[in-house]
């Protein structure tokens, strides 16, 4: 039940962005020493706008199936996604398997209870993830590979019509790995040595690299499991992109300010002599 959305920060992922948002305006708040008043002011208009679409869409989903939620995508996504896996590993299963069981598990308590099936899934994902907390925290690991490394290869093979399985140019298909392999080496060198730049210059600049990060570690945090693969790095891609591209600069502006001929102190200096 996901608001309608064009965009990868609308979509459910991005409903707690509020979250880590506010943590860095108090942060902001208590490193710039705003007044407690500034920041409570702040937080109010980051709060305000979320609280109407999203309690919007909460009362929607309420009048519409009977559950005050904004969408049962993050909690269906936490307990089939990680829940299958952590089934997976501790019964020695296939996740498609532990897959059908959660969602039969689902179905067995909408026919005892009678209550909406999208107001189950919260609940009995937090109750399994409590049960199997270390199983958890592997599950968040173990795939953590292919959603940072996935080339998607095989979706710019589609893209460009070189289709698919043996009749596929293989030197076309090696070629497109080897770009999109270069593509994330420098994203992940240049967004490494930017946030490195970053920490060692003025104060906003470093919150600002704080909240990259931050936003960077949230979408990784939620995206991981067994159905992730190279797409879901697109609501985050971009933030690397900015990291990476202060990175990348060259350090040769300040030098050609002031040897420009232009500047006013050149300028000076020419009438001086």
Request: hydrophobic share 50%.
């Amino acid at each position: 039940m996901p608001p309608p959305d064009g965009d990868a920060l609308c979509r459910p992922i991005g409903l707690f962005l509020v979250i880590p948002a506010a943590l860095w305006l108090v942060l902001c708040g208590r490193t710039l020493r705003w007044s407690p008043r500034s920041t409570a002011w702040l937080l109010a208009a980051l709060a305000l706008p979320w609280t109407l679409m999203v309690g919007g869409w909460q009362v929607r989903n309420r009048v519409a199936a009977g559950a005050l939620v904004a969408s049962d995508g993050p909690a269906k996504f936490v307990y089939l996604s990680r829940g299958s896996d952590i089934l997976a590993q501790r019964d020695g299963i296939s996740v498609e398997v532990a897959r059908a069981q959660l969602l039969q598990s689902i179905d067995d308590e909408v026919k005892r209870t009678g209550r909406p099936a999208e107001r189950l899934y919260a609940r009995a994902a937090l109750a399994l993830v409590a049960r199997h907390p270390i199983l958890f925290l592997k599950t968040q690991v173990r795939w953590l590979p292919e959603l940072l490394l996935g080339t998607g290869a095989a979706g710019l093979s589609l893209a460009f019509d070189l289709g698919d399985g043996p009749d596929r140019p293989r030197a076309w298909w090696w070629a497109l790995s080897a770009g999109a392999a270069l593509h994330l080496l420098v994203l992940y060198a240049g967004a490494a040595c930017g946030l490195w730049r970053m920490r060692a210059e003025a104060v906003p600049v470093r919150l600002l690299a704080v909240l990259l990060a931050g936003l960077v570690a949230y979408f990784v945090l939620l995206s991981a499991g067994p159905q992730a693969y190279s797409r879901f790095r697109v609501p985050f891609t971009p933030l690397l992109a900015l990291c990476a591209a202060r990175g990348l600069e060259r350090r040769s502006r300040p030098q050609a300010a002031v040897s420009d001929p232009s500047s006013s102190q050149c300028a000076s200096s020419r009438r001086v002599r």
